[in-house]
């Protein structure tokens, strides 16, 4: 069992950043990739960023290349997601995920686990 907890989310003017922190716990977390999704109301969850524990090979969205970087903290269960240059458009739920990567360097979905989500609101 993985237990995922989220923190950091909070209102925010376009423009500025905000870092989300998702802390893994569990015997088998290493064993998972981390990834952080999010879901706008109305729509569906969507991939955001995804990190290897292993060799912590990165992989994004299209949507947020250049200004979302996904990274692990130094306790080594900690995994943050910085955004910068948040829009309006960025505001979601924001989840964290543990799972598989595929070969591709994607992410299997559904992952294994989900956290309770943390909820990031951009105002233009």
């Known amino acids: 069992q993985v237990q995922l907890v989220e923190s950091g989310g909070g209102l925010v003017q376009a423009g500025g950043s905000l870092r989300l922190s998702c802390a893994a716990s569990?015997?088998?977390?290493?064993?998972?990739?981390i990834a952080w999704f999010r879901q706008a109301p109305g729509k569906e969850r969507e991939f955001v960023a995804t990190?290897?524990?292993?060799?912590?090979?990165?992989n994004y969205a299209d949507s947020v290349k250049g200004r979302f970087t996904i990274s692990r903290g130094n306790a080594k269960n900690t995994v943050f997601l910085q955004m910068n240059s948040l829009k309006p458009e960025d505001t979601a739920a924001y989840y964290c995920?543990?799972?598989?990567?595929?070969?591709?360097?994607?992410?299997?979905?559904?992952?294994?686990?989900w956290g309770q989500g943390t909820q990031v609101t951009v105002s233009s």
């Open positions: 990190i290897s524990w292993s060799d912590g090979s990165t």
């Open positions: 995920a543990a799972g598989t990567r595929t070969s591709s360097g994607g992410f299997i979905y559904p992952p294994d686990y």
């Open positions: 569990g015997r088998t977390f290493s064993r998972y990739a």
